[in-house]
């Protein structure tokens, strides 16, 4: 009954521009209320925003390469065709494409060099797909840590408005303590995005490597296979 009198009122064009007015009032005075706390809050929730959407496109861009390349380097390798496999991984830029590279480069050398190759270079390959995610996990702890900063200092200056006034009055206490909260808010507004989109990068990579480890483990086992054919 309370949100169909709630929709009922917001399509009363009146009531839904106050509404939308002291919503956005309200955030932008929430926002420079914090006080000369809103800088490093500001630069940890744009450089979060700059990093999240960068690595959203990088990594977007790499999946769907890995995901062609793994298909069409398991079909070359199901036929046996070595030379265009490794053709295909040299001329491809993705981080499947240069692990899977490096085994078949050294696919006469045996499969433990061909095992040892593609766990070097998934080591290489996976600290760039890692690149960024330290850049959040920081801001995901920072953030908060200055919203309570920021609520230490409200505090402070509360009690030191109470200290030279001399008696309790809700008026002379109201402004630190709100800062107080507000800083404490703004903080974590700011690092829950961020840690969300710490975890769903986390989650994308994890299925990345799941992917290209079981695309180099056929890739091992037919090289092997055809080891032992040729002594044969």
């Given at each position: 009954m309370a949100i169909q009198l709630f929709g009922a009122l917001l399509q009363i064009p009146s009531v839904e521009g106050e509404v939308t007015c002291c919503s956005m009032e309200y955030m932008t005075d929430l926002w420079v209320s914090t006080g000369w706390m809103i800088?490093?809050?500001?630069?940890c929730l744009v450089l979060g925003v700059i990093v999240i959407v960068i690595k959203f496109i990088?990594?977007?861009g790499k999946a769907m390469k890995t995901k062609k390349i793994l298909k069409d380097v398991d079909e070359l390798l199901t036929q046996q065709r070595i030379s265009e496999a490794l053709e295909?991984?040299?001329?491809?830029?993705?981080p499947a494409?240069?692990?899977?590279?490096a085994g078949l480069e050294r696919h006469e050398e045996g499969t433990e060099r061909v095992m040892k190759?593609?766990?070097?270079?998934?080591?290489?390959?996976?600290?760039?797909l890692e690149s960024g995610l330290t850049v959040l996990a920081t801001l995901t702890n920072i953030?908060?840590?200055?919203g309570f900063l920021g609520t230490v200092i409200g505090m402070i200056v509360a009690f030191q408005s109470i200290e030279a006034?001399?008696?309790?009055?809700?008026?002379?206490?109201a402004g630190g303590i709100r800062v107080a909260l507000q800083t404490t808010a703004a903080g974590?507004?700011?690092?829950?995005?961020?840690?969300?989109?710490?975890?769903?990068?986390?989650?994308?990579?994890?299925?990345?490597?799941?992917d290209m480890e079981e695309s180099a483990q056929k890739m091992v086992d037919t090289l092997h296979g055809m080891e032992h054919g040729r002594k044969a």
């Amino acid at each position: 009954m309370a949100i169909q009198l709630f929709g009922a009122l917001l399509q009363i064009p009146s009531v839904e521009g106050e509404v939308t007015c002291c919503s956005m009032e309200y955030m932008t005075d929430l926002w420079v209320s914090t006080g000369w706390m809103i800088y490093p809050l500001a630069f940890c929730l744009v450089l979060g925003v700059i990093v999240i959407v960068i690595k959203f496109i990088s990594l977007t861009g790499k999946a769907m390469k890995t995901k062609k390349i793994l298909k069409d380097v398991d079909e070359l390798l199901t036929q046996q065709r070595i030379s265009e496999a490794l053709e295909l991984t040299r001329d491809t830029d993705a981080p499947a494409a240069n692990i899977l590279y490096a085994g078949l480069e050294r696919h006469e050398e045996g499969t433990e060099r061909v095992m040892k190759a593609i766990e070097n270079q998934g080591l290489l390959e996976m600290s760039k797909l890692e690149s960024g995610l330290t850049v959040l996990a920081t801001l995901t702890n920072i953030a908060p840590l200055l919203g309570f900063l920021g609520t230490v200092i409200g505090m402070i200056v509360a009690f030191q408005s109470i200290e030279a006034a001399g008696e309790v009055e809700a008026t002379l206490v109201a402004g630190g303590i709100r800062v107080a909260l507000q800083t404490t808010a703004a903080g974590l507004m700011i690092a829950i995005p961020v840690s969300i989109g710490h975890n769903y990068f986390v989650s994308r990579i994890d299925s990345l490597v799941v992917d290209m480890e079981e695309s180099a483990q056929k890739m091992v086992d037919t090289l092997h296979g055809m080891e032992h054919g040729r002594k044969a």
